[in-house]
């Protein structure tokens, strides 16, 4: 049984795959396996993930699931697949330098945390972006900070497998933000440790990304939040499935209140928006949510 599980989700980004892929075998820690989840691709995707299959030495495994689009589910496929103790995930346009998995399964046993992240550099188009305005807590608890915006990258993570189950792993009705809505379960539930060092490249380019998709990011953000107060947002919301009946139970009295006031807000963010654009309906129904939260 390998000591970590890496988990790639992908879908129609078959360049990007074997980059991604690539940098995983050229790991100096060996004891992983790699799990590719091919999110029902259309184009030539499925022969990049073959291609890895055959350079790994036996290390790789792809699995195909129809299309969802919904990258918590791809990655809970390879969660439970996957037999590491721990767990590590790479998006698909996103690589590892060589050192990742060894210094970070270093820190998970030193530090005894279920969940690890490490120091990104950003790259849009061969150009690194600078972090210099980024000011946030990245280690201990973290919890605070991660109300307000994603503050671990999904592809910096390295994760304690039982502790994952135990938290139920990511929300598969979130197209996005479901990364900010299971950094928030867990932050709540326990502190986070952090490598001083940068050991992923997150990469943006001219490809398709649903981080850009709908252009409006701090909605979704909005309506995961309110999914894990139990809180409707009026008219619906993006996800009303994800709203339906949910509530996460594990938030402390204080954590509780911390999120219903970044909530609050948000909501006032949304609604202030609304108004610059002409649309008061909508306004008043935020505000409404507001004096009543």
């Not at 396996?33 to 030539?44: K, P, V």
């Not at 270093?106 to 849009?124: P, V």
């Not at 952090?194 to 409006?216: D, F, I, N």
Request: hydrophobic share 40%.
């Amino acid at each position: 049984m390998a000591e970590i599980s890496v988990i790639i989700p992908v879908y129609n980004r078959p360049r990007l795959l074997l980059d991604a892929g690539r940098s995983v075998l050229a790991q100096t820690f060996s004891d992983f396996e790699l799990i590719i989840i091919d999110d029902g691709s259309t184009d030539h995707t499925i022969e990049a993930a073959a291609q890895i299959e055959a350079e790994s030495g036996g290390r790789c495994r792809i699995i195909t699931v129809p299309h969802s689009g919904m990258p918590g589910a791809a990655r809970n496929r390879g969660i439970e697949a996957a037999g590491g103790r721990y767990l590590a995930f790479l998006d698909s346009d996103d690589y590892w330098t060589p050192e990742k998995l060894k210094t970070q399964q270093k820190l998970m046993c030193e530090s005894g945390a279920n969940l690890s992240h490490t120091l990104e550099i950003w790259n849009r188009e061969g150009r690194e972006i600078s972090q210099k305005g980024q000011k946030h807590s990245r280690e201990g608890n973290v919890f605070p900070d991660a109300l307000k915006k994603c503050t671990i990258g999904p592809s910096t993570v390295m994760i304690d497998r039982e502790f994952c189950l135990a938290t139920g792993g990511f929300h598969e009705n979130l197209e996005i933000a479901e990364d900010y809505e299971y950094w928030l379960r867990i932050t709540s539930a326990s502190p986070v440790a952090y490598l001083h060092e940068a050991h992923t490249v997150k990469r943006a380019g001219k490809w398709a990304q649903l981080s850009e998709k709908y252009g409006k990011i701090e909605w979704f953000r909005l309506t995961a939040l309110a999914g894990l107060l139990g809180v409707q947002l009026p008219d619906g919301a993006v996800c009303p499935a994800y709203l339906d009946g949910y509530r996460w139970r594990g938030f402390s009295d204080e954590n509780r209140k911390a999120a219903m006031e970044e909530l609050s807000f948000k909501c006032g963010v949304w609604a202030a928006g609304c108004r610059k654009r002409g649309r008061f309906a909508e306004a008043s129904q935020m505000e409404d949510l507001i004096t009543k939260l």
